[in-house]
């Protein structure tokens, strides 16, 4: 079964005659007998997945990458962090995804929380199943756990991913840019609630 590592800004795919799917233009160097082709937005789902993914404006373009060897993925010098998921969903900004493991149903669930707040239109899609799925952020990723009775609040363009048993709501009033008279329309968090992980990055889009 296909295994990846993140070496900091760089993704490690061992390849052992199987198949990953990974950002379209995001292989950066190959050892031993590899092929590529366009898997499409979203690389499977079937033509309704499809058609949500173009309502939704997704802009994930993904490979196939198949055989034997190591495939060596990077995307745009940002940082890159493999999430493993056993028979469990994680909801994710879509320009985030890098790759994933066979195994792995990609599908969209509504238009992405930074369109929500900025109108930029763009797609949030779960990932869901047994396997691993690799994310790019802008810094480090950090992981912040949401349990119950303890709200967690999240600048949307600080938000990445969560997993878990969340409920999200978008709550209007005073953030953090607004504060310092940086915000260029209604001010929007997000506030988590339930149990599992929210993922952040440090620096805003």
Not at 123 to 130: F, L, M, R
Request: aromatic letters at 4%; a negative charge; one cysteine or more.
């Amino acid at each position: 079964m296909a295994s990846l590592s993140a070496h900091k800004k760089m993704l490690h795919a061992d390849l052992t005659g199987d198949t990953i799917r990974a950002a379209q233009g995001s292989m950066v160097a190959y050892t031993g007998q590899v092929t590529f082709k366009n898997a499409g937005m979203g690389g499977g789902g079937g033509l309704r997945a499809a058609l949500r993914q173009r309502v939704a404006g997704e802009s994930i373009n993904l490979m196939e990458c198949q055989g034997q060897g190591r495939v060596y993925i990077a995307q745009s010098a940002l940082d890159v962090t493999v999430v493993g998921l056993s028979n469990d969903k994680l909801t994710v900004e879509s320009e985030h995804i890098l790759a994933v493991t066979d195994g792995l149903k990609l599908d969209v669930q509504f238009s992405g929380l930074r369109g929500m707040t900025s109108g930029q239109g763009l797609a949030t899609t779960s990932v869901s199943g047994t396997g691993q799925c690799a994310i790019t952020s802008d810094g480090p990723l950090i992981g912040l756990a949401v349990v119950p009775g303890q709200p967690l609040v999240v600048d949307p363009d600080a938000y990445v991913a969560g997993t878990g048993n969340l409920q999200m709501n978008l709550v209007s009033g005073v953030t953090w840019r607004s504060v310092m008279g940086e915000s260029g329309g209604e001010p929007f968090s997000l506030r988590f609630e339930g149990q599992g992980t929210v993922y952040i990055q440090p620096a805003e889009r």
